[in-house]
């Protein structure tokens, strides 16, 4: 048996360093992990109030600089440059861009079909084993006939395995991009992609084989922001959300986050880009829907630190939930909170089948998610396997028709979300965990 097992929970860095949260990981600053070439020249974003100045690009030209990418519409553009301040104006502001690590698995583990549990249930395909599937109603709402039919939803990630039996049929190749210059295809060595297994969770394709998506029928217009490690630029993943938005997405999911200090160099500018750009995916009709992360951190006291892009006003910012010991009952409660799971009532929008592992007992990893991987399918855990599940039901949501406004499509959501914890919005459920209504 072919199997991977990793638990690091030192998850995502802190952009900008030192973010006053209890047990937070260390980061030595805003260029750790920065773009530069070494030669004094490096990467800006020049992030500017409505639109970039006209005649932007001849300005760089002038400067004898590189204009690498550039979205006029909302005033940001990336620069290659040793001289930054040249772009310092009363409405654009500069910040070196930076990568830092995104995304975390938390835990996987591949599938081995012969180490099944005790009691199998209704063995139809690998669906029997997507418990998270029937915590948020998804099979009623397919009867119903509403199956995602209609949707498109952009998944912003790492490589994917484009190849894949359960995605194919699914996938707008025409649409789907790289950002990262590395190519879409998932690459490496290590067998378990983050992205295939988002976007698995989603629409894997309901076609007799394998697993099935919470929206088996939606449209995926995958789109690489992160390489295949989890590590990503800002400017990347803004790029990413302006272009999902541009190309009609319906939903934009992404099982990504990071942290961002205010008060520390460069914090402050990155966080207003971000808020700009996601509002601007709003007015297109996109309805943006996050991670809340994976360090147990309550988001209600993080000081002047927020982990983006979940919390930020425009996104759903989505926590983790988890079922204990499902390979042996197979009825249990499936709406625990996941252990590692970031909260908050002021953050958490909604609660959504994360899966857990933190369990000291065989089978333990029936608790954790299944979906595609690269050329397999794996069990992950973490708030990105709980993203998907939400962006799902927001697919299914779309599909019934009429009102597709992001507004409407959340609305929709808070009203058929399941209340739990205390009444009303909790700090580990937000409005709810995430429902189709059925």
Same mark, same amino acid.
């Given at each position: ?11 995502? $860095?802190?952009?900008?360093?030192? +973010? ?6 260390? *980061?030595d ?11 004094g ?25 590189t ?24 409405? +654009?502001?500069v ?6 690590e ?6 996987? *583990? ?25 915590a948020?109603? $998804?099979?009623?709402a ?23 039996p359960?995605?194919?049929?699914? %996938? ?13 295809? &998932?690459?490496?060595?290590?067998p ?5 297994h ?16 919470v ?17 990503g630029?800002?400017?990347? %993943?803004?790029?990413?959300? %302006?272009y ?17 200090? /205010? ?22 009709g996109?309805l ?12 209600d006291?993080?000081?002047? +630190?927020?982990?983006?892009?979940s ?16 390979a ?11 252990? &590692? ?5 002021s953050? %958490?929008?909604f609660?959504?089948?994360g899966?857990?592992?933190? *369990? ?5 990893w &029936?608790?954790?998610?299944l ?8 069990w ?33 959501m808070? /009203?058929? $979300?399941?209340?739990l914890?205390?009444?009303? /919005?909790?700090?580990? &459920? ?9």
């Open positions: 048996m072919n199997t991977k097992y990793v638990a690091s929970f030192a998850l995502t $860095a802190l952009i900008a360093g030192g +973010c006053a949260v209890e047990g937070a990981p260390d *980061f600053g805003p260029n750790a992990n920065t773009q530069g070439t070494g030669s020249v490096s990467k800006y974003m020049v992030s500017c109030t409505g639109k970039l100045p006209n005649g932007f690009a001849g300005t760089v030209a002038g400067n004898g600089d204009l690498l990418h550039s979205m006029p519409n909302v005033g940001l553009a990336l620069v290659e440059t040793a001289n930054p301040t040249a772009y310092e104006t009363k409405k +654009c502001e910040a070196e861009d930076v990568s830092i995104w995304v975390d698995p938390g835990a996987t *583990f591949e599938l081995d079909q012969e180490a099944n549990p005790p009691s199998q249930g209704d063995d139809e395909g690998l669906f029997w084993m997507q418990w998270g599937h029937d948020v109603n $998804a099979p009623e397919w009867n119903a006939g509403v199956r995602g039919q209609g949707a498109r939803v952009a998944v912003l990630d790492t490589g994917f395995d484009l190849a894949h359960d995605l194919v049929p699914n %996938i707008n190749y025409a649409l789907s991009v790289d950002f990262t210059g590395e190519g879409l295809q &998932y690459t490496l060595p290590d378990f992609s983050h992205g295939t988002t976007a698995g969770t989603i629409a894997a394709a309901d076609n007799g084989f394998g697993t099935i998506g929206a088996p029928d939606a449209e995926l217009v995958l789109i690489k922001v992160l390489s295949d490690e989890g590590y630029s800002f400017y990347d %993943i803004m790029a990413g959300i %302006i999902a938005a541009d190309v009609g997405s319906d939903v934009i999911s992404m099982s990504l986050g990071g942290y961002v200090c /205010k008060s520390l160099p460069g914090g402050g500018k990155f966080l207003s880009a971000l808020n700009r750009v996601v509002n601007y995916a709003g007015q297109q996109s943006v829907i996050a991670s809340a992360g994976n360090d147990g951190y309550d988001l006291h993080m000081q002047d +630190c927020e982990h983006v892009p919390d930020l006003s425009s996104v759903v910012s989505t926590s983790a939930t988890a079922p204990e010991g499902w042996y009952d197979m009825n249990p409660d499936l709406d625990l909170p996941a252990h &590692y799971t970031n909260y908050g009532q953050e %958490i929008a609660a959504a089948p899966g857990d592992y933190d *369990f000291p007992y065989n089978y333990w &029936y608790d954790m998610v979906s595609t991987g690269n050329n397999s399918w794996y992950s855990a973490g708030t990105s396997m709980a993203t998907p599940h939400a962006a799902g039901i927001a697919a299914l949501i779309i599909s019934e028709g009429g009102n597709t406004s992001p507004a409407h499509v959340l609305s929709e808070r /009203k058929r $979300a399941d209340d914890g205390k009444p009303g /919005k909790d700090d580990y &459920y937000g409005k709810g965990r995430v429902s189709s209504g059925y």
